[in-house]
T-cell receptor
Framework: QKEVEQNSGPLSVPEGAIASLNCTYS??????FFWYRQYSGKSPELIMS????GDKEDGRFTAQLNKASQYVSLLIRDSQPSDSATYLC?????????FGDGTTLTVKP | NAGVTQTPKFRILKIGQSMTLQCTQD?????MYWYRQDPGMGLKLIYY???????DKGEVPNGYNVSRSTTEDFPLRLELAAPSQTSVYFC????????????FGPGTRLTVT
């Protein structure tokens, strides 16, 4: 079992829809959870961080964390073509981050 | 602030050659990381450093070496390059360990033939 697993994708949604990206992790003592966006040929950029159970909203993005289920998700509301990218889930413990393989999202106009 | 800079952007190596990938950050971050990313995959941690003079192995350290003599610089050394080291290499830095938010450089695309 991989330490961090994400929807295999690719995920395609129409413009204006909600995109839902999921991630599960195996290490129960993980402390911090992040979502990075990576455009093709570019480096990852941080878009959301979440540290405690519940929801965290930032603009069109909502991160959800459930430590009991070892599950973290990212919702993108009102998806735009500019959201088309690969989204990486990262789980951090004691200074080291483990990344999932990413889910590629395509938003169709 | 330039953030995290990496050089070179591209490099082609022959099997058995060696090279150093440079990484510099100007944000005074203590934590620095080297990752490799193979096509369609996530990031694999090669080495990381929690401060000048302190380094530790990540998930895939074989074939690589690092040093951290200053807060700003964290070079990655490839010895005896092999085709399996063909990848994109990203350097990242973070202000904290528990916070974990990382800032990435633009990457170095390395091909070993």
């Amino acid at each position: 079992q991989k330490e961090v697993e994400q929807n295999s994708g690719p995920l395609s949604v129409p413009e204006g829809a909600i995109a839902s990206l999921n991630c599960t992790y195996s290490d129960r003592v993980s402390q911090s959870f992040f979502w990075y966006r990576q455009y093709s040929g570019k480096s990852p950029e941080l878009i959301m961080s979440i540290y405690s159970n519940g929801d965290k909203e930032d603009g069109r993005f909502t991160a959800q964390l459930n430590k009991a289920s070892q599950y973290v998700s990212l919702l993108i509301r009102d998806s735009q073509p500019s959201d088309s990218a690969t989204y990486l889930c990262a789980v951090t413990n004691a200074g080291k981050s483990t990344f999932g393989d990413g889910t590629t999202l395509t938003v169709k106009p | 602030n330039a953030g995290v800079t990496q050089t070179p952007k591209f490099r082609i190596l022959k099997i058995g050659q060696s090279m150093t990938l440079q990484c510099t950050q100007d944000m005074n971050h203590n934590y620095m990381y080297w990752y490799r990313q193979d096509p369609g995959m996530g990031l694999k941690l090669i080495y990381y450093s929690v401060g000048a003079g302190i380094t530790d192995k990540g998930e895939v350290p074989n074939g690589y070496n690092v040093s951290r003599s200053t807060t700003e610089d964290f070079p990655l050394r490839l010895e005896l390059a092999a085709p399996s080291q063909t990848s994109v290499y990203f350097c990242a830095s973070s202000p904290t360990a528990t916070g974990g938010e990382q800032y990435f450089g633009p990457g170095t695309r390395l091909t070993v033939t």
